[in-house]
């Protein structure tokens, strides 16, 4: 998996309005008349009954006369209805509560009293759209610029209006037709300064990732105007801020659109440096492209260049493990995951290291050796910081992973995957028995996986459901800290560490004196963890207090000791016979066993 460098975190990447209008053009061209009625009765099949009315309307092609004027008129109108809509905004603002408690009618995330202007902002939202789409570039830039100014506005709460409330406007699009308007209505002389100052303050109003030239560019299917020019002054601009890293980012982007993959190469290696991001752009030109040997060859130069404590390389390795995939370069492929983890630590570059491994033995000594590696991490943390080349901060919309994510939870997993259960127990056995969620306490992982395999899950009937579900929770926690870009992504690390462990438990070998050990250290920690919960009387935890007692019991019946079980959950329902919550969690425990 490599890092697609052009997407924000949690922001999905999208097809371009100037993709998109291309890829119809290409398909009315290759399509017949009868393909073209088959596939308008199939969208009219899929019509709801109340949008059918608008769906004929809007198969008429070219609005008669009348129509045009009226639309015209409705324009004219525009920038004046976006001026009675913020003042009908000062108007809420003065009749809104004066007291904060009356604030608590309103969602957190909600428009508050600002409730009844969605809809008419949402309309001139599509009214601004169309005047862009018309070519009236003047009225669109005005329109857009009003709309964003009133966006920004909120009342001494903090209760305004925001991108969030509008489900049916595309924000980031609509802010690249505001900037490709004024692009459009400005001087090809004061250009680059016309952008800088807009794309900097849009950066600002923080909707979406950061503003880039190549959106300002497909947001219409007509080229930009003077774009060759343009581009120099516009670098030749950025080269001048050096302190600004919103200009090093819009730097890198303007040499790889006009000069390509030389131009990236050349920015990656001059300056001594200054821009390590570069040889990152770089990769993924060249990935894209379809050139793994050139993949390969700029990744090694890339981490020869480099520093060695730099995050930023494990950017870089990823790149070179793809391209080795794809040349079918085992070793390389190896070395690249190592390098890749030891930059920036993390699950997803664990799993992909163990990946590595052809058969159980050989990906448990992996595990090992990357277990090794973590605890010198962790020996050092101060190797975590920020360097000093890594300053200024990364604007926002370069995310900050590759993010290292070194802790104990971590180094728990590299030791269980590695058959390390030794180090694992003992790590385990000395943490805390509450913050099992946390990240430096690999208790919450190692008990119930200990738990999982003293169970006999490769027995016929499966795993007993209690301890199932202790180790499915534990699982999605150690998740947690993961930084995600879809929920796809999400999906496959959860399956491919499902996978991981189920390759791992039939291997586990542990031998019995050490089995009994393990079973009552177990139990000790689960005691101490539920009376610690149940006596701080943190009740949000008495059902994790309950189900893990619960999942002890149904070890202790696998393992042939059957009346060690109820005996286990009668001395708790002794020892707390007035906290009647926990009592219910634990009838409600052992019902669904």
């Given at each position: 998996m490599t890092p697609d460098v052009e997407q924000q975190e949690g922001w999905k990447p999208r097809l371009s309005l100037k993709s998109f209008w291309g890829a119809v053009e290409t398909r009315l061209g290759a399509s017949s008349l009868e393909d073209l009625r088959t596939v308008l009765r199939a969208m009219a099949s899929?019509?709801?009954?109340?949008?059918?009315?608008?769906?004929?309307?809007?198969?008429?092609?070219?609005?008669?006369?009348?129509?045009?004027?009226?639309?015209?008129?409705?324009?004219?109108?525009?920038?004046?209805?976006?001026?009675?809509?913020?003042?009908?905004?000062?108007?809420?603002?003065?009749?809104?509560?004066?007291?904060?408690?009356?604030?608590?009618?309103?969602?957190?995330?909600?428009?508050?009293?600002y409730a009844e202007l969605v809809a008419p902002v949402t309309a001139l939202f599509r009214r601004a759209q169309r005047a862009f789409e018309r070519g009236r570039w003047p009225l669109a830039r005005d329109a857009y610029r009003a709309l964003f100014e009133l966006l920004q506005r909120e009342d001494d709460y903090g209760l305004g209006l925001r991108p969030e409330h509008?489900?049916?406007?595309?924000?980031?699009?609509?802010?690249?037709?505001?900037?490709?308007?004024?692009?459009?209505?400005?001087?090809?002389?004061?250009?680059?300064?016309?952008?800088?100052?807009?794309?900097?303050?849009?950066?600002?109003?923080?909707?979406?990732?950061?503003?880039?030239?190549?959106?300002?560019?497909?947001?219409?299917?007509?080229?930009?105007?003077?774009?060759?020019?343009?581009?120099?002054?516009?670098?030749?601009?950025?080269?001048?801020?050096?302190?600004?890293?919103?200009?090093?980012?819009?730097?890198?982007?303007?040499?790889?659109?006009?000069?390509g993959a030389e131009g990236l190469r050349e920015l990656a290696r001059a300056g001594r440096g200054r821009h390590p991001r570069a040889w990152v752009d770089l990769l993924a030109l060249l990935e894209r492209e379809g050139q793994p040997r050139e993949v390969l060859d700029t990744a090694h130069e890339a981490l020869k260049a480099l520093p060695a404590r730099l995050p930023l390389r494990a950017w870089v390795a990823d790149f070179l493990a793809t391209a080795a995939e794809r040349l079918a370069r085992p070793e390389q492929v190896r070395e690249a995951r190592w390098e890749s983890l030891v930059a920036s630590p993390d699950l997803r570059r664990l799993l992909e290291l163990r990946d590595c491994g052809k058969t159980e033995p050989e990906r448990a000594r992996l595990m090992k050796r990357a277990a090794r590696q973590l605890e010198k991490a962790l020996a050092r943390p101060d190797d975590t910081g920020p360097m000093p080349w890594e300053e200024p901060p990364l604007p926002r919309g370069e995310r900050d992973e590759p993010y290292p994510r070194l802790d104990e939870v971590l180094l728990a997993h590299a030791r269980l995957l590695g058959h390390d259960w030794q180090a694992a127990w003992k790590s385990a056995a000395n943490a805390k028995v509450l913050g099992w969620s946390d990240n430096d306490n690999p208790q919450g992982l190692v008990v119930p996986f200990l738990l999982l395999w003293l169970s006999g899950p490769s027995s016929p009937e499966g795993p007993p459901r209690s301890v199932e579900e202790l180790w499915r929770t534990a699982l999605e926690n150690s998740l947690e800290d993961e930084p995600w870009t879809t929920e796809e992504a999400e999906r496959e690390l959860s399956e491919r560490l499902s996978r991981a462990y189920a390759e791992v438990l039939p291997a586990f070998s542990v031998s019995r004196p050490r089995q009994e050990e393990l079973s009552e250290g177990c139990l000790t920690v689960a005691r101490e963890r539920a009376r610690a919960i149940v006596r701080e009387k943190h009740r949000r935890s008495y059902g994790k207090a309950a189900l893990l007692l619960a999942a002890c019991a149904e070890v202790l019946q696998r393992r042939g000791q059957p009346a060690r079980a109820p005996e286990l959950l009668h001395r708790f329902r002794e020892e707390f016979p007035r906290h009647s919550a926990f009592q219910a969690e634990l009838d409600a425990a052992m019902h669904q066993r």
């Open positions: 899929h019509v709801h009954p109340s949008e059918r009315q608008s769906f004929l309307d809007s198969l008429t092609p070219v609005p008669d006369d009348r129509q045009q004027e009226l639309e015209h008129a409705l324009q004219d109108k525009l920038l004046a209805d976006i001026t009675e809509q913020v003042q009908r905004f000062e108007e809420l603002q003065d009749e809104a509560p004066s007291d904060w408690d009356e604030y608590d009618q309103y969602e957190d995330s909600g428009p508050g009293p509008f489900g049916e406007v595309d924000v980031p699009e609509a802010r690249a037709r505001y900037l490709c308007a004024l692009y459009r209505t400005t001087p090809p002389a004061r250009r680059a300064e016309a952008l800088w100052a807009a794309m900097k303050e849009a950066d600002r109003w923080s909707f979406g990732p950061r503003p880039k030239l190549q959106e300002v560019s497909d947001i219409s299917p007509e080229p930009l105007p003077e774009l060759e020019a343009f581009l120099s002054d516009w670098e030749a601009l950025l080269r001048k801020q050096e302190d600004d890293s919103e200009a090093e980012a819009w730097l890198r982007e303007a040499v790889g659109l006009s000069r």
